[in-house]
């Protein structure tokens, strides 16, 4: 197939300072989880997304100096010129495909505790930041910097941008933004200094104007120099002899930099789930950029569309597409673009799963790509896969997000394929779930493999197709694939902190009985102790439907886990606007007669009884594994039957999120004739 010419105008080369980008698809600096500890790991997810068609693909933040220590969260690093040769490899990778690499030099100032180095942090006036994100939290106050230290800072700056000439990068960031280094000068409200650093918006500029020119004077004509602003909070400020004082940074440094990428300051907006932002998401905060500058502005916006993007370039709002969580969902969404294959990217869902992997501190990974973060660890390609026997068969019983990886992976590796699902509906729970409020991109899952599947000849699909032990042995496969999920159960928390009793009653009701239309009476409690989305999900649902509902936890915050994926404050926001009570730090440890007895967490505590008409719990799911078991209980019949293997995949081997479900099932469409190792080598995770 041939590229719709409609979408030309995103293959465009776009000039950049010295260098020229290939086309407008530009993969913007986001941390991977590797820092400077994994170099192969880290070379080996940049360069899967140049070979996709990613015209510019950039590190992470990259520390300039040992006083920007952002340990324990994995972050690259240009000391000194050891550190050279790690960023030469994933430079050496994005070259072989034709792409520009970019580092993105970063001080972190104040917004950075140093506990590895413990040098202590610096700031513009030494203004502490108050901030509730663990692992942000300073117990020491940032010094307030002196000249000598603002010159050091320079310096600093010029080392860290020779080194990464040095290491063949294109293009050289220097980072000003999200309350960091450069930017904390930009704020009136932190940078309170009397000198020529402090003062008029002029005077506030200064120092990123010097590092600027500094950084484009040491490199020279070789590489471009780009700068990443946040324009938000300075949007708020009104400006002298333009709208804002955001317009007014860009107009005063407009030629500085060969590139302006422009973003929100807070990183739970810049990457907001899709739950609670949509596509493009970021225009507000970059829109205003290009009228004042003849350089060129890259913006991110979770962009999955070529439609949007060419818009946003026709519109004159970006020059290059930016994107970071869609250019891990799909390495080579550029390419699939130009070849006419729109119709299968796999599209990013947003469920920040990729955020929650870096607060871990591991290597990024994906629900929509499971290949993401084993490029190097296991050889994993996101879009290749070694061959199987053709005249090997394989039945998966299940497609829920599990079963329909598996059988998309397998049919790619040419093996026979039945696809057995006893609903009418493909995508198990992500079908339900995805009527959730805010959660109908997560549908994706689902029809990006389903679309795929339809174009196998060597796919079949049966619906409305419940099997039995019986069917299975006389269907006549060599391997079969049991995923048939995982069901909520009604148990509650013991003492220990493990569920134990199932409540009783007929208004006890689970997620499932939810999500399948079961109406439920008013006032409604929700027992969330499963502290992800679900909880939260059910209670704006029920609230749309007219009831009263109250949230309890054991935590202390409403979806608890949710501080990993970015979307813990907008759920509570979310809670508050919605009217739903909220009750935390609490067990439910009794339901009868209309009141659920709630004891708190805390020992000594007296228990309090709350009027409700039904309650819903969120806790614990088991598998729903007994079509597994009778399988496994006569070894004899199963051998007779001809079947080599029967694997369990997803829910119905260990209940988790949907990205487990999906790894996992590509994980055995891998393995299942033993032609890969079923197990990491892990040694090779640290190389």
């Known amino acids: 197939m041939s590229r719709n010419p409609r979408y030309d105008i995103l293959f465009e080369p776009v000039r950049i300072g010295p260098v020229t980008a290939p086309n407008r698809f530009y993969q913007t600096p986001h941390a991977l989880g590797t820092g400077n500890t994994m170099p192969h790991t880290r070379a080996a997810m940049r360069e899967v997304r140049a070979e996709g068609g990613w015209g510019v693909v950039n590190t992470g933040y990259c520390s300039i100096h040992p006083s920007s220590d952002d340990t324990p969260l994995p972050y690259c690093r240009l000391w000194d010129d050891e550190d050279i040769k790690v960023h030469a490899l994933m ?17 972190g100032g104040s917004g950075v505790a140093n506990n590895l180095t413990r040098a202590t942090p610096v700031s513009a006036s030494g203004m502490p930041r108050h901030c509730t994100y663990p692992g942000w939290m300073g117990l020491q106050n ?13 310096c600093w700056y010029v080392d860290a941008a020779q080194r990464a000439k040095s290491a063949g990068f294109d293009i050289v960031y220097i980072y000003a933004g999200m309350g960091y280094g450069p930017y904390e000068f930009l704020l009136p409200w932190i940078n309170q200094r009397t000198d020529e650093y402090g003062g008029s918006l002029e005077n506030r500029v200064r120092l990123l104007r010097e590092i600027l020119e500094a950084a484009k004077d040491a490199i020279g004509p070789t590489c471009a120099v780009a700068v990443r602003f946040s324009s938000d909070e300075l949007l708020d400020v009104p400006g002298r002899d333009h709208p ?29 789930s899709a739950r609670f932002s949509g596509e493009g998401a970021q225009e507000p905060f970059n829109s205003f950029v290009k009228p004042l500058t003849s350089k060129p502005v890259v913006g991110v916006g979770r962009f999955t569309s070529p439609d949007e993007m060419v818009r946003q370039v026709r519109s004159g709002i970006l020059d290059l597409i930016g994107a970071a969580r869609p250019s891990i969902a799909d390495p080579f969404l550029p390419k699939k673009i130009d070849e006419g294959r729109e119709d299968e990217i796999r599209e990013c869902i947003g469920c920040n799963i990729c955020v929650s992997a870096y607060h871990d501190g591991v290597p990024v990974r994906c629900t929509q790509n499971p290949t993401m973060g084993e490029e190097w660890r296991r050889g994993w390609h996101p879009e290749r896969i070694p061959i199987g026997d ?30 057995a699902e006893a609903r ?13 409020p805010g959660l109908a991109t ?17 796919v079949d699909i049966y619906r409305d197709s419940r099997l039995t032990a019986q069917d299975v042995l006389d269907f006549g496969c060599d391997y079969a694939v049991i995923s048939t999920g995982a069901s909520w159960t009604r148990k509650i928390l013991g003492v220990r902190g493990f569920p134990t009793d199932e409540l009783d009653g007929n208004a006890v009701y689970t ?3 939810i999500l399948n239309g079961a109406e439920v009476e008013s006032p409604v409690l929700i027992y969330d102790f499963d502290h992800y989305y679900m909880g939260s999900c059910l209670a704006e649902r029920l609230r749309r439907q007219g009831h009263e509902v109250t949230i309890v936890t054991p935590a202390n915050a409403v979806s608890a886990w949710t501080f990993m994926n970015n979307e813990l404050t907008n759920i509570r926001e979310r809670m ?12 439910v440890t009794d339901f009868r007669d209309g009141d659920a007895h709630l004891t708190s967490v805390y020992r000594g505590a007296e228990a309090t009884a709350r009027e409700c008409g039904s309650i819903v719990v969120v806790g614990s799911r088991v598998p729903n594994d007994a079509l597994l078991r009778d399988l496994d209980a006569d070894a004899q019949r199963r051998a007779d039957s001809g079947i080599t293997a029967v694997r369990s995949i997803g829910d119905c081997r260990s209940p988790g999120a949907i990205v487990h479900a999906v790894h996992s099932g590509h994980e055995c469409a891998r393995t299942i004739d033993g032609k890969a190792p079923s197990s990491a080598s892990w040694e090779r995770a640290a190389l």
Not at 397 to 402: H, I, L, M, Q, R
Not at 424 to 436: A, I, Q
Not at 442 to 457: E, L, N, P
């Open 511 to 513: 997620p499932d009985d």
């Open 576 to 587: 508050i606007e919605c009217g739903v009570d909220i009750v935390l730090e609490h067990f």
């Open 442 to 458: 997560w549908a994706r899952v689902r029809d990006y493999r389903a679309h795929i599947m339809q174009t196998m000849a060597n």
């Open 142 to 154: 940032p010094r307030s910097m002196d000249r000598k230290d603002i010159r050091e800072l320079r």
């Open 244 to 272: 804002s004082q955001a317009h007014e940074i860009v107009a005063l440094l407009a030629e500085t930099p060969d590139l302006w990428d422009v973003k929100s300051s807070d990183w739970t907006v810049e990457t907001a």
């Open 390 to 419: 053709p005249n090997k068969s394989v039945l998966v019983v299940g497609a829920g997000p599990a079963g329909l990886e598996c059988a998309r992976a397998l049919g790619q590796r040419g093996f026979k394929v039945t696809l």
């Open 91 to 107: 430079v050496d990778a994005v070259h072989k495909h034709g792409a520009l690499a970019g580092v993105e030099l970063w001080h």
């Open 424 to 436: 009418d509906e493909l995508g198990g729970r992500v079908t339900l779930e995805s009527t959730l």
